[in-house]
């Protein structure tokens, strides 16, 4: 992003406006295509999940050389999606996101064409410079949509986000009963195809690149610092919170984010715009955004693993992988159904209290899985009112980013974002996976997490949501300016 010199806390409604005259037919295939692209992309960081359990005796390797297909993917995504932000504003956002594509094809092919442990974690990572595709896509539909259609637009995409996780698991549980976990693979290299062909062919490019040399400098230095704060963070439960590495990284994280933050005030074109980045409409919004996807981290782990558990556990139904992914299925489904309800909602009452609105509900449906656990019913009804929420709160967070960003720094601005709500569900992961470590039931050979643990975990989602809603009341909405003539 270029250095602004707009004060930070000044309200900055400069969103794109949209002046597309494209067909209402065209531009639904381009919202489709794009859309498919993102739900790729969702599906893809979830997909192994349900399988991660048996990868060790299918590849004839440890648990912990398993657990780095999921590590690598989400250490490589945080550091590529603020970077391809950035270019995409620079060079093309249509570009970038057919290069996330591309990545994303080409690392599903190459985890399933391969046993090998070294290979596959490769495929992992070159995956995760996917995840860039939906802040990409976001960015994108903000100028080539016509202008009635962008609110509803970017909030599908966005949903996707979450719609991907909840599919992934009922589908990764089907292949994983019937299938090699190959077959995953293939499955997203070929949608992912398809959609780099679609986008190439009917998306047009986004007016208004700033052009500019590439921050090489700040890009390190920001990679180094995500690396050594992730890492530790993803690696906690393994290494335990008592292993010096753990605060040795995170010291070192602590440090290379000052250095960024240092080297960002003096680069002529820096990878960040520090000055943009303060503005409080854009600090409040990524705060609510830590939260948000804090208050997340639960929707998966919590369901699936909870339904599957032993019915001795007190709490589970001794479920199949299938039936725990079926069990999050009415939660994406919901999450498609109130992402344009979500957008109307944006346009009447704003996007702040659209978001608040999406996190009580969040707030919500975790206060029923505390209370109700006697059902698979109960479960899966608690489940889907987190996914209301989650699809109304996902469709207001990019409205809100764009509302107060000007338009040459909008791919960069939403890749932060994501990337803000990326580090919410690494830090759930770290403490959530401590809570139920720390109170557990034992079962013959083998331990599960309490009920106990599972109610923690979800009053702590709960809480981090409705401190996201009160966050956001504290933003102004922006006012409409009138476009030049």
């Not at 109307?344 to 704003?350: A, Q, Y």
Request: with cysteine.
């Amino acid at each position: 992003m270029s250095v602004s010199t707009e004060p930070p806390e000044t309200a900055v409604a400069t969103a794109p406006s949209t002046t597309s005259s494209t067909p209402s037919g065209r531009a639904t295939v381009q919202l489709v295509f794009v859309g498919l692209g993102a739900l790729v992309v969702a599906l893809s960081q979830s997909l192994l999940v349900p399988v991660l359990s048996s990868l060790p005796a299918d590849l004839n390797t440890s648990a912990s050389n398993v657990s780095w297909l999921l590590t690598s993917t989400l250490l490589v995504a945080a550091i590529s999606v603020p970077i391809l932000g950035r270019l995409g504003d620079m060079f093309g956002k249509r570009r970038m996101l057919l290069v996330a594509l591309a990545a994303l094809t080409l690392g599903s092919l190459l985890t399933a064409l391969t046993d090998n442990i070294g290979l596959l974690i490769l495929g992992r990572s070159i995956q995760g410079m996917a995840a860039a595709a939906i802040p990409l896509g976001i960015s994108l539909l903000m100028t080539t949509m016509p202008k009635e259609r962008v609110a509803s637009s970017v909030a599908l995409v966005s949903a996707m986000l979450g719609v991907g996780g909840a599919l992934g698991l009922p589908l990764a549980g089907f292949v994983a009963e019937h299938f090699s976990f190959h077959a995953l693979f293939w499955i997203t290299s070929v949608a992912g195809l398809i959609a780099f062909a679609g986008i190439r062919m009917m998306v047009p490019e986004a007016p208004g690149r700033s052009g500019g040399r590439v921050d090489l400098v700040g890009a390190t230095l920001m990679g180094a610092a995500l690396l050594t704060l992730l890492l530790p963070l993803t690696q906690s439960a393994a290494w335990g919170w008592s292993d010096p590495r753990v605060w040795w990284l995170l010291a070192a994280s602590a440090v290379l984010f000052a250095v960024f933050g240092w080297s960002q005030t003096r680069i002529q074109d820096p990878l960040v715009d520090l000055r943009a980045l303060r503005r409080r409409p854009i600090v409040l919004t990524n705060v609510a955004s830590v939260l948000f996807g804090f208050a997340l981290f639960a929707s998966f782990l919590g369901t699936a693993a909870f339904v599957e558990a032993p019915e001795a556990s007190g709490y589970g139904f001794g479920a199949s992988l299938m039936t725990g992914g079926l069990a999050l299925l009415p939660s994406g489904i919901a999450m498609i159904i109130f992402s344009p309800i979500a957008a109307r909602l944006i346009g009447s009452w704003g996007a702040p209290k659209t978001l608040a609105l999406g996190a009580v509900v969040v707030a919500a449906g975790w206060f029923m899985r505390i209370v109700w656990t006697s059902s698979l019913t109960e479960v899966i009804i608690g489940t889907t009112i987190v996914g209301i929420g989650t699809g109304i709160g996902y469709a207001a967070i990019p409205s809100l980013i764009n509302e107060h960003t000007p338009r040459t720094e909008i791919a960069a601005a939403n890749g932060l974002n994501a990337l803000f709500r990326s580090l919410g569900s690494s830090l759930a992961s770290a403490l959530g996976g401590s809570i139920l470590a720390a109170n557990t039931v034992i079962l013959g050979s083998f331990a599960v997490p309490s009920l106990t643990a599972y109610r923690q975990l979800f009053a702590l989602c709960a809480g981090a949501a409705l401190l996201a809603a009160v966050v956001v009341l504290f933003i102004r909405r922006a006012p409409q300016v009138a476009p030049a003539a």
